[in-house]
């Protein structure tokens, strides 16, 4: 459980990481975190032990369908 709450949090920052301002506008866009960036978030999960392999293995396998339903 204490994993699948830290996997939520990696993956919630990377999801605010992903807003940006350009040319100093007010205005502020959010944007969702690409595949890639998931996947290395993913990862870097997996190796500091924040989730197991199976876990990595699942929530990878998630993201790449989620690909194909786009």
């Given at each position: 459980m204490k994993r699948m709450?830290?996997?939520g949090l990696l993956l919630a920052a990377a999801g605010i990481s992903g807003c940006i301002a350009v040319g100093g506008s007010d205005r502020i866009e959010a944007r969702e975190p690409t595949i890639g960036?998931?996947?290395q978030d993913l990862k870097v999960a997996r190796d500091t032990g924040a989730?197991?392999?199976?876990?990595?293995d699942r929530t990878r396998q998630a993201?790449?369908?989620s690909v194909e339903h786009r």
């Open positions: 709450m830290i996997v960036r998931q996947l989730m197991t392999a199976e876990e990595y993201i790449l369908a």
